[in-house]
Each structure stands twice: as structure tokens, then as C-alpha cells.
């Protein structure tokens, strides 16, 4: 990728270029995993091995906590991480991942909710 300096002496087309090559190599399967991974680390997400856990992301059917099967046509994985450390926990479903957060922010007030009903 050139640096900014070179992109603002290039031409149009030759932007357009670089950007047709780069969703080329995105549709690759080292280019999608360098782009999710990037993406991971852009949320603040930290492990000790991204490889083995684009792996489990890929092989992942089910979320790890309701056991919910993922729709292959969506969004559907969510990659559960502390906020505070950035620490990857788990692969979610969009639910079990917002009920994470929310457990995270107040336990008290999940503590609550179970005790009323």
C-alpha cells in the first residue's frame, strides 16, 4: 500500500487500481483473514494466538454459550472480549453477546433480575 505522499501524486485511475486489487485480495482466503483479524484488533480485541482463533471463528456453527446455530447468511458471530483488557473470551451469538456486556457493566442488577422471577 503506497504511503499517503505517493496516493496524493497519483491519478484517479490508478487510485482506482490499487482499490480494485485490494477487494481482489480481500475475496482471497488470506486476504479475508487478514482483513477479520485486522478488524478484531481495530475493536480492541487481544489474544495470544490470532491464527488458532480465526480458526475456531471459522469452524464455529454454534454460539458457545446458548448454543444457538448461526445463520451462514449473516452476521451472525460476535467476538465476546473484555472492554477493559481487550482479552478474547468467547464466539457469541448477537444476544449472548449483548447480555455479556450488559452482565459486565452491572452484575448486580442481573443478580436482581433472577432473584424476581
Known amino acids: 500500500m503506497p504511503t499517503k505522499e505517493a496516493r496524493a501524486k497519483m491519478t484517479s485511475e490508478q487510485k482506482a487500481e490499487i482499490a480494485r486489487?485490494?477487494?481482489l485480495y480481500q475475496k482471497t482466503p488470506k486476504g479475508k483473514k487478514v482483513h477479520t483479524i485486522s478488524g478484531w484488533k481495530r475493536r480492541g480485541m487481544i489474544s495470544d494466538d490470532y491464527d488458532k482463533v480465526y480458526e475456531r471463528y471459522l469452524n464455529s456453527t454454534n454460539c458457545e454459550?446458548?448454543?444457538?446455530?448461526?445463520?451462514?447468511?449473516q452476521m451472525d458471530k460476535h467476538?465476546?472480549?473484555?472492554?477493559?483488557?481487550?482479552?478474547?473470551?468467547?464466539?457469541?451469538?448477537?444476544n449472548c453477546?449483548?447480555?455479556?456486556?450488559h452482565i459486565d457493566k452491572d452484575?448486580?442488577?442481573?443478580?436482581k433480575l433472577i432473584t424476581m422471577c
Open 21 to 23: 486489487k485490494d477487494r
Open 65 to 73: 454459550c446458548c448454543g444457538k446455530e448461526y445463520n451462514p447468511n
Open 79 to 94: 467476538m465476546d472480549h473484555c472492554h477493559k483488557t481487550g482479552k478474547f473470551r468467547n464466539i457469541l451469538c448477537r
Open 97 to 101: 453477546n449483548q447480555l455479556r456486556g
Open 107 to 111: 452484575y448486580t442488577l442481573i443478580m
